[in-house]
């Protein structure tokens, strides 16, 4: 059987990949493994290799040096396996327990081969699926509060920040995030996706200067602020859950930026899942909002108290002023995210396949007032609290 030749880059097959974990010594070389792609297949692929005797298993994924958008090819750096492989090893020293543990990772070949959780499920489906997941806030409120305050200016030497923002460049991968996410939907782009039904309520947003002119703000903070380590793709789809655990996958994203754009995508991803629920069933969404907010203050402000490096920090007001501009950007972060996941290039399951079709395009509408709603009110906004009554009036 052919073993892939680390000195080059080439894309594996089920064959090539289950003998890369044998060569890795993760596996006993008599053992017949099973392999199976399980990845998506747009941007990176994902092997799950296990051996059927002992159930073990482990996931190597591989990134594809090109990126299957708008129908064609778009060139995408190789160097975001690196990216996503430092970046889960920074995560699990920052928040242990939160992210997959690395067992290898090869830059030339591109892959991080890691811990396999093939026994949680992917969080968007346990919230379409309406299960109950208790830990799900407390545990993406300490990830974010960690990993954010701990690869900040607060934390590290001035030197030691430089350092990291250097390595932790991701041009490629940002510049989906400024078309995607900032710029495309706010605009008549060709990017955008959307049904028909939608082209009246798009076009009022692409007149209204007041909400451009505030995600041109935003814009700036993304491209210009290398606050702390942003995980940069925190929607449920990148984190799997159960009743006790919770992990965070999928860091190929990680750049310094600001720190609310985390916290942002990850509540607009609750938000646009409650938009598809009936309203008795929407409390335990703005429940686990709360609750990941209000734990990311409590170990922030822990954190902030225990280890902070800057002089400043002592100064009266100074964490709580922080902690408020956090919030503000949160809250301008969500709104660009709940609009871009309705009407720009990649959606989320929980609008689409909303039954029945009419039912569909009304929370697609609604999820358009509330997404600016969220960016035009972000100063008034002063708690997770009130998120409830502006998700009312949007509806
Ligand atoms: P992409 O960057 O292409 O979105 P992801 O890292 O999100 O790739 O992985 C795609 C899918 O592969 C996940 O939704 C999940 O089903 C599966 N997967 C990824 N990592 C793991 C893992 N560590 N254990 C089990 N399944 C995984
Ligand atoms: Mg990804
Ligand atoms: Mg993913
Ligand atoms: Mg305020």
């Known amino acids: 059987m052919a073993i892939a030749n680390t000195s080059l880059y080439e894309p594996l097959i089920e064959s090539t990949a289950s003998a890369l974990a044998v060569r890795l010594g993760l596996f006993e070389d008599n053992l017949v493994l099973n392999c199976e ?11 799950h290799i296990t051996d059927p005797k002992s159930g073990k298993g482990v996931i190597l994924k591989q990134a594809l040096p090109y990126a299957k958008v708008i129908g064609e090819s778009w060139p995408l750096t190789l160097d975001r396996a690196r990216i996503e492989s ?43 699926d309406r299960k109950k997941l208790p830990l799900l806030a407390e545990h993406i409120g300490t990830f974010l509060a960690r990993t954010l305050f701990y690869t900040s200016d607060f934390a590290l030497k001035p030197h030691v920040k430089k350092r990291l923002v250097k390595q932790f460049t991701n041009p490629d991968l940002c510049k989906i995030t400024e078309d995607f996410v900032f710029t495309d939907p706010f605009f008549d782009f060709e990017s955008n996706d959307f049904e028909p039904e939608l082209r009246e309520a798009a076009e009022k947003l692409w007149e209204d200067t007041h909400v451009k002119l505030e995600v041109a703000k935003l814009k700036r903070k993304f491209l210009t602020e290398a606050e702390a380590l942003l995980h940069g793709d925190l929607h449920t ?24 754009f985390d916290p942002g995508q990850f509540i607009a991803n609750l938000l646009l899942n409650a938009l598809s629920r009936e309203e008795q069933d929407q409390d335990f969404i703005f429940e686990a909002i709360e609750k990941a907010w209000n734990t990311f203050e409590v170990e922030f402000s822990a954190a902030w108290k225990k280890d902070s490096l800057e002089r400043f920090s002592e100064v009266e007001g100074y964490l709580e002023h922080t902690l408020e501009q956090i919030f503000e ?24 396949t909303i039954e029945p079709y009419s039912r569909r395009i009304e929370s697609k509408i609604q999820a358009l007032e509330l997404g600016k709603k969220l960016i035009k009110n972000r100063l008034n906004i002063n708690e997770p609290g009130q998120l409830k009554r502006f998700f009312r009036h949007a509806i």
């Open 86 to 128: 430092s970046a889960l090893v920074k995560q699990a020293e920052l928040a242990p327990g939160l992210v997959p543990e690395v067992y290898y990772t090869d830059q030339t070949l591109a892959i991080t081969v890691m811990e396999d959780l093939s026994h949680l499920q992917i969080a968007r489906k346990a919230l379409m």
């Open 329 to 352: 950007d949160t809250i301008g972060f969500a709104g660009c995210e709940v609009i871009r996941r309705t009407i720009g290039l990649a959606h989320v399951a929980d609008l689409d």
């Open 37 to 47: 792609e399980i990845g998506d297949g747009n941007l990176n692929l994902v092997f």
């Open 237 to 260: 789809g990148s984190i799997f859950v159960s009743e006790t655990e919770t992990k965070v996958i999928d860091p190929e994203f990680a750049f310094f930026g600001p720190i609310g």
